[in-house]
């Protein structure tokens, strides 16, 4: 499966931004996969942000993001989103969203395929 995220931009501290992850080949929803978003800052390693189980009745969501982003996707355009409200100068990061085979139950999203990231610039 390939994954092409987009919609990432320079923002001002209280904006919202909305992310999207678009899946060709074999689709996120053929493939029954499990959809997640991590981020990674400068200088810092890749952070799990949230996932969604395939049927859209799960999601896990980092305690840094819990409450201002919403994982959420349209099947019929085969695409995963990431809403983010009331971002912060902290939020600022590569953002990339991934998809997985398995997922167990209470553990975050451990990754089979990755997208290219979309930079997100919040500024104070």
């Known amino acids: 499966v390939q994954l092409q995220a987009s919609g990432g931009g320079f923002v001002q501290s209280g904006d919202s931004l909305r992310l999207s992850c678009a899946s060709s080949g074999r689709t996120l929803s053929t493939c029954k996969f499990h959809v997640g978003w991590f981020r990674q800052a400068p200088g810092k390693g890749r952070e799990f942000i949230a996932h969604m189980n395939w049927r859209g009745s799960s999601k896990l969501y980092a305690d840094s993001v819990k409450g201002r982003f919403t994982i959420s996707r349209d099947i019929t355009k085969n695409t995963v989103f990431l809403q983010m409200n009331s971002l912060k100068p902290e939020d600022t990061a590569v953002y990339y969203c991934?998809?997985?085979?398995?997922?167990?139950?209470?553990?975050?999203?451990?990754?089979?395929?990755w997208g290219q990231g979309t930079l997100v610039t919040v500024s104070s």
């Open positions: 991934a998809a997985a085979a398995d997922l167990k139950s209470g553990q975050q999203i451990s990754p089979d395929y």
